[in-house]
C-alpha cells in the first residue's frame, strides 16, 4: 500500500508487480528467490547512522529499540537498485486485468473464501465491508499470502533513507517501522516485506501500519506478519471503512450506452437516476444501485467497457492510486462473488506507443498549449491531464485513453 502522488491514469499501469498495492513493488516472486545482495556498509552509511540515530531518539525511539533493530544491518543495494530502476514501460489496462483477475487468482480466492469463512464473516460483521472485497484486496497484494516478501525491512528502508531518490519519504517509513518494534508487535528478524518497505499479507506501510493495523484475534499484537492473515485482512478492512467504504454499494458497474450517446459525457459524475434518464443501463450480470452518485468512465476508450464509479471506487484507490488498481479489485471481487467477466469489449489490437511516439505526443500536447511539462516519453497524470483537455477541445470524450489512433488524430490536426 503506497499512495501515489499521483494516479497513473486510466489506461496504463506500471508494470510494478501484478499486484502493484505498493507503487514500486516487484514483480511476483522476485524476492522469493532473492540472492545475498547486502554488501558490506560503506563508511558514509555508517555515518549516516549515527546521524540518523540522533534523530531517531528525539522522537521517541529507545536506545534499545535502534540499537537492536541495527544489529547487524548491511547496505542493500537490491533495493537501491529497484529504487532507480523504475518501471518505465506501460502495458494495456486489459493486458493487466488478465493477470491481475486471472482464472487462477479467482479460483484461489474462491478456496480462501472457503477456508477463511468464519475469519471474513467476523471481519465483515466488524468493518461492514464485504469479504469478497478483503479477499480481492489480499489477492492482489501477495497472491493471498504467498508473497508477502522478504527483504529485512529496517535495512531496507536503511538504504533507501541514506541513498535513495526519497529520503525523506523512507526516512519516515523508517521511524515509523522503528515505533513498530519499540511497540513489540513483532521481532526485528520479522520484519520483513517488499524492497521499499510494504509489509504482510495486505502489504501495508510503516506509516499506515500504524495508523491502521488492527489486532483482531485478539492476542494482543498486531501480527500483519505472520502464517495466519487473520489481522492482516482485518486491518485492510478497517483501512477502508476508515475512508468510508459503504456496505451493500458496488465500486463499479458497466453500462450500455444508448445508441448516439454523447461520450463526452466521461468524467461527469452524476446521480443514477440521472444516468438512468440518459439512458444508460447497467451490462447483464450488473446491477444498478437505488442510490447513489457515478462517474462515468472508459478505462480504454469510448469504444471499450464503460463503467459507472461509485464512491467505493474511490475509498479503493485510497490503497493504491490507480483507476486499473481500482478497477481491478472490483472486478476480482465481483468474479469472486460469481459474477462474470466485461460484456464490452477491450480493443485488444490497440499497441501502446512507443517511447518516440509518447515524446510526439507530449510534444503535440506541449504545442497546443495543453502541456508544460517535460517532452520526456513518460505519460504520468500531467501528461493525461493534458490530453483529456485535448480531447475535450477537439470533440472527443475527454477519456485520456492514450493510442496509436489518438496520436494519429493528432498528426492529422
Ligand atoms: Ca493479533
Known amino acids: 500500500m503506497f499512495i501515489r502522488a499521483a494516479t497513473l491514469g486510466l489506461v496504463m499501469i506500471s508494470l510494478a508487480g501484478c499486484g502493484s498495492a505498493f507503487a514500486n513493488r516487484s514483480g511476483s516472486g522476485v524476492e522469493a528467490t532473492r540472492l545475498a545482495t547486502t554488501t558490506p556498509r560503506p563508511a558514509a552509511f555508517d555515518r549516516w547512522i549515527d546521524g540518523f540515530r540522533a534523530r531517531a531518539l528525539t522522537q521517541g525511539i529507545e536506545a534499545r529499540t535502534f540499537d537492536r533493530a541495527f544489529s547487524g544491518i548491511g547496505y542493500n543495494e537490491d533495493s537501491l537498485r529497484r529504487d532507480a530502476h523504475q518501471p518505465e514501460f506501460t502495458r494495456p489496462i486489459w493486458a493487466y486485468l488478465d493477470s491481475a483477475v486471472s482464472d487462477t487468482r479467482i479460483e484461489n480466492g474462491r478456496a480462501m ?29 501477495s497472491s493471498y499470502g504467498q508473497l508477502r516478501g522478504t527483504t529485512p525491512i529496517i535495512e531496507s528502508l536503511a538504504t533507501l533513507s541514506y541513498e535513495g531518490r526519497r529520503t525523506a519519504f523512507f526516512e519516515q517509513q523508517l521511524v515509523a517501522a522503528l515505533r513498530i518494534l519499540q511497540a513489540g508487535d513483532v521481532a ?24 491502521y493495523a488492527v489486532d483482531f484475534n ?10 495466519d492473515p487473520t489481522d492482516a485482512l482485518a486491518s485492510a478492512a478497517a483501512y477502508l471503512s476508515r475512508f468510508g467504504w459503504t456496505r451493500g454499494q458496488p465500486a463499479l458497474v458497466e453500462v450500455r450506452l444508448p445508441r448516439g450517446f454523447d461520450t463526452q459525457q466521461a468524467g461527469q459524475r452524476r ?20 442510490s447513489g452518485e457515478a462517474t462515468l468512465m472508459f478505462p480504454a476508450g469510448a469504444n471499450g467497457p464503460a463503467l459507472l464509479t461509485f464512491s467505493n471506487f474511490r475509498v479503493i484507490k485510497r490503497y493504491n492510486n490507480a483507476d486499473a488498481y481500482a478497477i481491478a479489485i472490483a472486478h476480482l471481487a465481483d468474479r469472486l462473488r460469481g459474477g462474470g467477466t466485461f460484456v464490452g469489449n477491450w480493443p485488444r489490437d490497440d499497441r501502446p506507443l512507443t517511447a518516440g511516439e509518447r515524446e510526439e505526443l507530449q510534444r503535440v500536447l506541449s504545442r497546443s498549449g495543453h502541456y508544460s511539462g517535460e517532452i520526456d516519453g513518460r505519460v504520468g497524470s500531467g501528461t493525461l491531464s493534458a490530453v483529456r483537455d485535448w480531447q475535450a477541445a477537439n470533440g472527443m470524450a475527454p477519456d485520456g485513453y492514450v493510442s496509436l489512433a489518438l496520436l494519429e488524430r493528432m498528426r492529422r490536426q
Open 113 to 141: 473464501l472457503r477456508d477463511h469463512a468464519s475469519t471474513l464473516a467476523a471481519i465483515e460483521a466488524r468493518y461492514n465491508v464485504e469479504r469478497e472485497v478483503v479477499v480481492a484486496i489480499w489477492g492482489l497484494e
Open 188 to 211: 526485528p528478524a520479522g520484519m520483513v516485506g517488499s524492497w521499499a518497505g510494504a509489509m504482510g499479507h495486505t502489504q501495508f506501510i510503516p506509516t499506515s501500519y500504524l495508523e
Open 218 to 227: 485478539g492476542d494482543g499484537r498486531r501480527d500483519i506478519w505472520a502464517d
Open 271 to 290: 446521480t443514477v437516476q440521472e444516468w438512468a434518464a440518459a439512458g444508460l443501463q447497467a451490462q447483464p450480470g450488473n446491477r444498478m444501485p437505488a
